[in-house]
């Protein structure tokens, strides 16, 4: 009966704080910055509860070491010092080859090889699918590598890149490179160049629609104009095509970077969490720092690390979109 009791004051506890609230807004009226600022609160109030608050929160932590009990010790800069010191962030003895060369590296090269490759894909396959029958349906095929989970993508590059059942070794042998005609992922040399460029099907499929509906909004009288003046199909791509794709690129580029520094779950699932030995990212390196090594300030600090190259990343390619 008790909790009955309860239950039901609970209930009543929305109705006795909004219907003065209301009311009083019905006698006096409301102005329409209090009523643009009303309306953007409940927003505002998620926003500081599951995005602000947390960032804050990992940050903090960031400064300080757990000891047992439950206790913290205030460390200042010692955590960021260790991890950026770390060979595991950064290994300069290993630079510039074989991995593994620091998570920090390893997402630099994710995006330095895997962001021109996917781009230009997906622009080649909008040019080239745009004219072209039954496209539809062959840009459905590509884009299933986005509505596949990131998951099952690892679970398939693993079975790809695994000797006797991978299609990858055993195409390099058939055409007789033997020194590729191996098991990429038990190759340090090998695993984290086959993750990279076997991801790109994963993630083509994105600048592939985004660009086929980018080609759809140039006015087709630009190109009629062109081929009046006898301009050539190559500099007609790069005088009226590519720069009238512009906004949308950057768009591409925004989304593959943000998706490429938080890389986790594809080495988790090829590499079954031993990416560490030539494939491991920042995202996984929170995860080893936090569950395996019981280190909340570290993992902290790598996230707060991961944080920062987004927001920095994002903002830069932002300011140029605004221009």
């Known amino acids: 009966m008790g909790g009955y009791t309860l239950v039901t004051r609970i209930r009543h506890i929305p109705s006795k704080i909004l219907l003065p609230l209301l009311s009083r807004i019905s006698r006096h009226g409301l102005r329409p910055h209090a009523g643009r600022a009303l309306f953007f609160t409940p927003a505002l109030v998620l926003l500081v509860l599951l995005v602000i608050y947390p960032v804050l929160q990992t940050i903090f932590l960031g400064f300080y070491l757990e000891l047992p009990g439950g206790q913290r010790q205030f460390t200042g800069l010692d955590n960021y010092r260790a991890v950026l010191t770390d060979p595991a ?46 496209a539809s ?30 299609v990858v070794p055993s195409f390099f042998g058939v055409i007789g490179v033997r020194s590729l005609a191996v098991n990429w992922m038990v190759h340090r040399e090998l695993l984290l160049l086959g993750l990279i460029l076997g991801s790109v099907w994963l993630w083509t499929g994105f600048s592939l629609i985004v660009y086929s509906a980018g080609l759809t909004t140039i006015p087709k009288d630009y190109f009629e104009a062109a081929r009046v003046d006898g301009t050539p199909p190559g500099r007609m791509f790069f005088r009226i095509t590519f720069p009238l794709l512009k906004p949308l690129t950057l768009v591409i580029v925004v989304m593959t970077i943000l998706w490429e520094l938080k890389i986790f779950d594809i080495v988790v699932a090829a590499t079954n969490f ?43 390619i932002l300011r140029r979109m605004a221009k």
């Not at 620091?102 to 396959?125: D, K």
């Not at 349906?137 to 590598?145: D, H």
């Not at 902290?300 to 927001?311: C, F, G, P, R």
């Open 274 to 316: 031993g990416g560490g030995v030539g494939a491991d990212t920042l995202a996984l390196q929170v995860y080893r720092f936090f569950f395996y090594d019981s280190n909340a300030g570290k993992a902290a600090v790598v996230a707060s690390l991961l944080t920062l190259l987004t927001l920095i990343s994002t903002s830069l």
């Open 89 to 134: 962030t950064i290994n300069v003895g290993n630079l510039p080859w074989p991995p593994p060369l620091g998570t920090l590296i390893h997402n630099a090269l994710w995006i330095v090889i895997h962001l021109p490759i996917s781009l230009f894909a997906g622009l080649w396959l909008a040019l080239l699918l745009q004219e072209t029958k039954g």
């Open 137 to 166: 349906v062959v840009k459905s095929c590509i884009f299933l590598g986005m509505v596949t989970p990131m998951i099952v993508g690892g679970v398939i590059l693993r079975f790809l890149l695994e000797a006797g059942v991978g």
